[in-house]
T-cell receptor, first 116, second 120 residues
Framework: EAGVAQSPRYKIIEKRQSVAFWCNPI?????LYWYQQILGQGPKLLIQ????????DSQLPKDRFSAERLKGVDSTLKIQPAKLEDSAVYLC??????????????FGPGTRLLVL | AQSVAQPEDQVNVAEGNPLTVKCTYS??????LFWYVQYPNRGLQFLLK??????LVKGSYGFEAEFNKSQTSFHLKKPSALVSDSALYFC??????????????????FGKGTHLIIQP
């Protein structure tokens, strides 16, 4: 079974530029998450999708971050304009969520963003 | 709001010795608890989880974790460490402590991580 795919793996941009990250979840996984992992910290949830609907975006900085999952499969996370403090690894995860219990979240390799 | 504490930034263990990585949590209700491992330049890999039932949970690569409700802890353990176990370990908690019908927010709250170094 293929895992969660993310691209690009690395991105370097200058502040105030825009950037987009792509995620393809495990086949059949209805739930998709984006996390931000700043160096030296644990991942922090940015947004959660159930199919193509947003379940939780309470920690997403909506003035500059946006995300979509139009067809309930792939997802794109965008930052516009980027700030220096956005330098981090952006992790995508997916889970089945077709049962009543908390399902395991499986993570992709991440996209490492450096804002100069 | 839930939180996770990993009190040690780094744990050093000699190869072949038992290892323990500590985790304590704070959550309303009964917790769902997870351990993940992260190798350099790679994403998080799932090790094990506690949902309900037996307090001793067995996971991948010989790891296990013991849930202690009175101490609100979920320490990760392994009887005999390998050099290849050297990595960054994260404890995480889910906001859901009871069964739910789905559709709710269940993003994980992570600790800051513990570097595990196994010395040959």
């Amino acid at each position: 079974e293929a895992g969660v795919a993310q691209s690009p793996r690395y991105k370097i941009i200058e502040k105030r530029q825009s950037v987009a990250f792509w995620c393809n979840p495990i086949s059949g996984h209805a739930t998709l998450y984006w996390y931000q992992q700043i160096l030296g910290q644990g991942p922090k949830l940015l947004i959660q999708f159930q199919n193509n609907g947003v379940v939780d975006d309470s920690q997403l900085p909506k003035d500059r971050f946006s995300a979509e999952r139009l067809k309930g499969v792939d997802s794109t996370l965008k930052i516009q304009p980027a700030k220096l403090e956005d330098s981090a690894v952006y992790l995508c995860a997916s889970s089945l969520r077709d049962r009543r219990f908390q399902e395991t979240q499986y993570f992709g390799p991440g996209t490492r963003l450096l804002v100069l | 709001a839930q939180s996770v504490a990993q009190p040690e930034d780094q744990v050093n263990v000699a190869e072949g010795n038992p290892l323990t990585v500590k985790c304590t949590y704070s959550v309303s209700g009964n917790p769902y608890l997870f351990w993940y491992v992260q190798y350099p330049n790679r994403g998080l890999q799932f090790l094990l989880k506690y949902i309900t039932g037996d307090n001793l949970v067995k996971g991948s690569y010989g790891f296990e974790a013991e849930f202690n409700k009175s101490q609100t802890s979920f320490h990760l353990k392994k009887p005999s460490a390998l050099v290849s176990d050297s990595a960054l370990y994260f404890c995480a908690v889910s906001p859901y402590g009871v069964m739910y019908s789905g559709g709710g927010a269940d993003g994980l709250t992570f600790g800051k991580g513990t570097h595990l170094i196994i010395q040959p």
